[in-house]
């Protein structure tokens, strides 16, 4: 794996007649995050890092870490065709069956939502029907990573029985209120040292069936 990296990162800076610290200055990463990829010496690089390079790159990062002819269909999302430039959002967690490893939204756009935090966000899908009827299995959300505990009420993704979930966070005193807008699901109550939370809810868009 890490060895189509190399190759593939070597190949896209040739082709754009980029250096590897004009590349890392372009996409905020240190100088030698890419050169321990070249040199063999990262095994298990960064995909958050990764998905700053291939945007600096004005690739997706399929193109970065996948081996030739093997790249996955990228998702773009924009708010019209009329927008700046492209800002790539890497995926909370590697999931194949997604079929795509990235969405793209206007900067523009996302700069006027979320601002600073533009920078922190990362594209998930919904994966069970606890939050039924608000979202449903399949929901694309966007969440924002650097949102890491319970300060306000909100829709957070969280580790439950092994695998990723959002859940309506309340924060209490000395506990949280853990609520599935489904009733057929339980809420429980837990404490803020227990919440590992992975970040907070702040977009969601659903596929029309109509």
């Known amino acids: 794996m890490h060895e189509v990296i190399a190759n593939n990162l070597r190949y896209q800076l040739d082709r754009h007649q980029m250096s590897p610290a004009t590349c890392a200055n372009r996409a905020g990463v240190l100088p030698s995050f890419l050169h321990d990829i070249l040199s063999g010496k990262s095994t298990n690089p960064s995909v958050v890092k990764l998905a700053l390079v291939a945007r600096a790159l004005r690739i997706s990062l399929s193109q970065l ?119 057929a699901y339980y809420s429980s109550i837990s404490t803020p040292e227990l919440c590992e939370i992975r970040g907070q809810l702040v977009w969601h868009a659903r596929r029309l069936d109509c």
């Open 65 to 183: 870490i996948e081996e030739a002819g093997t790249h996955s269909p990228t998702l773009h999302i924009v708010e019209s065709f009329d927008y700046d430039r492209p800002v790539c959002l890497p995926p909370l967690e590697t999931n194949k069956e997604h079929g795509f490893e990235e969405a793209h939204f206007s900067e523009r756009w996302a700069r006027k939502h979320w601002g600073k935090d533009a920078a922190s966000l990362a594209w998930w899908r919904i994966s069970d029907t606890a939050m039924q009827p608000t979202m449903q299995p399949g929901d694309l959300v966007v969440v924002n990573r650097a949102i890491t505990e319970v300060l306000y009420p909100g829709i957070y993704v969280m580790p439950l029985a092994g695998r990723l979930c959002a859940r309506r966070l309340q924060p209490g005193t000395h506990h949280v209120h853990i609520h599935c807008d489904n009733p």
